[in-house]
């Protein structure tokens, strides 16, 4: 018997080389003998020129980007500071004055 998943807490586990994988969520982690040897990688996110983002870091929009429910576009140029990174498409949380909070892909950025 597997233990169950960490993060959606599924019984329907199993075996993956050294790891264990769920068989629901796709999520995979390490036992508990080897997880407090190994540090895991967090998510590296780069922007349109590659650079190495982080948290806090600010950024300029390199593309007119034009947004749904709104008559307006965020224009190129447009610097927006104190982002967060996210897991997903939309990678970077972070808010724009005169738009609110939006999520953007970090490929469409490059860093300030």
């Known amino acids: 018997m597997y233990p169950p998943c960490p993060k959606c807490k599924s019984e329907h586990t199993y075996e993956l080389d050294h790891l264990y ?12 003998g080897l997880a407090d040897e190994k ?3 967090e ?8 650079n190495v983002l ?5 950024v300029v929009v390199i593309k007119n ?22 897991e997903g498409d939309h990678n ?4 724009i004055e005169g738009f609110g909070s939006m999520a953007l892909k970090s490929e469409f950025v490059r860093k300030a």
């Open 92 to 95: 970077i949380d972070c808010k």
């Open 65 to 86: 980007l034009p947004v749904k429910g709104y008559a307006k576009d965020i224009k190129i140029g447009t610097k927006v500071k104190n982002i967060k990174l996210v």
């Open 54 to 58: 982080q948290n806090g870091d600010s």
């Open 21 to 32: 994988a769920c068989a629901e969520c796709a999520y995979e982690w390490l036992p508990a």
């Open 39 to 41: 540090i895991e990688a």
């Open 43 to 50: 998510t590296v996110v780069k922007d349109s020129n590659g």
